[in-house]
């Protein structure tokens, strides 16, 4: 049976994902996040795993089903996330950090319960490790695909951040086109390489992450 005999393209290969938003704590019953599905994130999952990949995704709070043969880790914060993603980005061939991470974090976290009569209607935010950037910097043979979320310049910026963070291949968002963005199944980019950028017609996510995944075999 030829099926059976043909080789995955991914087999062999370890692929590192991260999905979804994270979540900060404010105090116990409160949090800043944002409105990421994690559904990108889990389609490129997904798929690695389809092409015979060891596919780790480390996952912020999503409403989705859990993968079959995916090692999923379940976070919150950025550094939860920053942690597990450092932890086995050394092994891996592929990296792809397709969670929207919170930028501030609160620079405390209460307690208890902050109420009203207190009136402290300010919260104090510090800036979180940027994790692209990170691994980036450390990186040695690993292939890293980025992300990035614009509403304007979006070709300029979206190429800068390709070049401050070290990418090998960037995904941008233009959360201004019809049926990209954050929540919906099909999803409208431009990649950007080292060559040049693609732009990719609007698409399915999970027709997408295959994509993805074949442009990051090739840079
Ligand atoms: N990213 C990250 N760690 C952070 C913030 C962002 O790893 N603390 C990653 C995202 O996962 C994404 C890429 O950086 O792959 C770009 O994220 P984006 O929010 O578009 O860009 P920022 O660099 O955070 O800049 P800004 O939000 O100001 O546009
Ligand atoms: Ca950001």
């Not at 019953?29 to 990949?53: C, D, E, P, T």
């Not at 450390?138 to 304007?152: D, P, R, Y």
């Amino acid at each position: 049976d030829m099926a059976l005999q043909e080789k995955k393209p991914l087999e062999g290969k370890r692929v590192l994902i991260s999905a979804g938003p994270t979540v900060e704590a404010i105090d116990p019953v409160r949090f800043i996040s944002n409105h990421s599905s994690g559904k990108m994130g889990y389609a490129i999952a997904k798929a690695a795993r389809n092409l015979g990949a060891h596919v780790t995704l480390i996952s912020g709070p999503v409403n989705l089903k859990q993968l079959n043969g995916v090692n999923t880790v379940n976070v919150k914060s950025a550094q939860d996330m920053a942690f597990h993603m450092k932890a086995h980005f050394p092994d891996c061939d592929y990296i792809v950090m397709a969670a929207a991470v919170a930028d501030f974090t609160p620079e405390h976290v209460a307690d208890e319960k902050i109420k009203k009569m207190d009136n402290q209607n300010t919260i104090n935010l510090k800036k979180t490790e940027d994790i692209l950037a990170y691994l980036g910097k450390q990186k040695t043979n690993q292939k890293i695909c980025g992300f990035a979320m614009e509403t304007q310049n979006v070709l300029e910026n979206a190429k800068r951040k390709f070049e401050e963070k070290n990418c090998d291949l960037l995904v941008v968002n233009d959360l201004k086109v019809e049926g990209a963005g954050f929540q919906g199944d099909t999803n409208k980019v431009t990649l950007i390489k080292k060559d040049g950028n693609k732009e990719l017609e609007l698409m399915s996510k999970d027709e997408l992450a295959y994509k993805i995944l074949e442009e990051l075999q090739k840079v």
